[in-house]
């Protein structure tokens, strides 16, 4: 494992995959979003689906901190947890609030198989138990966002709330030195065994291409292809299952 924090790494994982970068970060929900134009429908089918991640990614940053080799990570990380139990949290429950969302809706929406897809690499990167490759799918979850949020040809023309916060809550100074904490996480942690290095690879490039699933779900609606149909009670539960058993082994 490399020592190296200037390595570029984590610039080659993302090279290796640009063309599903850039249609992550170029999307229409995002060219939409800054717009103002973007359908209530589409934003709170993306916001209800994103919401189920929430408890998974606690667990995934926890298992980051587990397999931080530094007390000094640990403590990073920890603290990032903390602003999202606060700062991220509060915006979710206020903006389900101003659309008047139920809570059952909330917590226990039908699941679409790009979310499955997501949380299904959360928790293989979870039960890992790997260093690197924990944040080699939380690095790309964090940087593709600060990407289409802190991109400058990007106008920012809305004025909605719920749509500024959103796009603050995932650029600035702050958000932007977590992702360069991350990314130099994951340079340093670049493995040298081919086997762990490929898995890296795949586990970003996989976790990329979810994101441009996940967007694109967002705007399913009336003859969904039957990739993005909700996935049956009993495919959650299995879900379920492997999280309990990622978190308890």
């Known amino acids: 494992m490399s020592n190296d924090a200037s390595t570029d790494f984590t610039l080659r994982l993302r090279d290796e995959c640009l063309d599903t970068w850039e249609q992550a970060t170029g999307h229409r929900f995002v060219d939409e979003l800054f717009a103002g134009t973007l359908d209530d429908a589409v934003l709170l089918r993306f916001l209800i689906q994103d919401y189920q991640f929430f408890d998974p990614f606690l667990a995934l940053l926890g298992q980051a901190v587990a397999a931080a080799p530094t007390t000094p990570a640990r403590l990073r990380l920890s603290r990032q947890l903390g602003m999202l139990a606060t700062d991220e949290n509060s915006w979710f429950e206020s903006t389900f609030n101003a659309f008047d969302v139920d809570l059952e809706e909330r917590l226990h929406p039908p699941l679409t198989r790009a979310t499955v897809d997501l949380l299904q690499l959360m928790y293989e990167a979870i039960e890992s138990r ?59 942690a670049e493995p040298g065994d ?51 058993r990622a978190m308890h082994a």
């Open 130 to 188: 790997s260093w690197p490759r924990v944040l080699a799918v939380l690095l790309p979850l964090e940087w593709v966002y600060l990407d289409w949020a802190d991109d400058p040809r990007r106008p920012l023309l809305t004025r909605r709330p719920e749509h500024l916060t959103w796009i603050d809550l995932h650029r600035g100074e702050a958000f932007q030195a977590w992702v360069t904490y991350l990314r130099q996480q994951l340079d340093a």
């Open 194 to 244: 081919p086997a762990e290095h490929a898995a890296c690879q795949d586990l970003f490039t996989r976790t990329v291409a979810a994101e441009v699933e996940f967007f694109d779900a967002a705007y399913a609606v009336g003859g969904i292809p039957d990739e993005l149909h909700p996935v049956s009670d009993s495919s959650t539960d299995d879900l379920s299952e492997e999280f309990n």
